[in-house]
């Protein structure tokens, strides 16, 4: 039986390797903190039941999400917290909050 949403969105954030707080460990070692909605990990588990790939199919989705910010975020030195919210997994840009500068 395909997994349902509930089941997916479990997968992506209770284990302790779930796959969101794998992304936000390897934000982390920018010294940048990593923000998934609420909304985003539903939108990531719509789009796997979508896509008809189940649990399999969630590394994925997140890995084509985050790849062009994780290049980015280690050349930019001012970048303080990426927010990956709904939109960002319909095809926006993540957010990037800067550094207040003193």
Do not use: C, W
């Amino acid at each position: 039986h395909p997994l349902d949403e509930k089941a997916l969105v479990s997968i992506l954030t209770e284990p302790k390797n779930a796959l969101v707080k794998q992304y936000k460990r390897l934000i982390g070692l920018d010294n940048v903190e990593l923000e998934i909605t609420d909304g985003a990990v539903v939108a990531v588990a719509k789009r796997a039941i979508e896509l008809k790939t189940g649990a399999r199919g969630l590394r994925t989705i997140l890995e084509n999400l985050m790849l062009e910010t994780m290049y980015d975020i280690p050349s930019d030195d001012s970048v303080e917290k990426v927010i990956v919210d709904e939109d960002v997994v319909k095809g926006a840009k993540p957010k990037f909050i800067k550094k207040a500068i003193a």
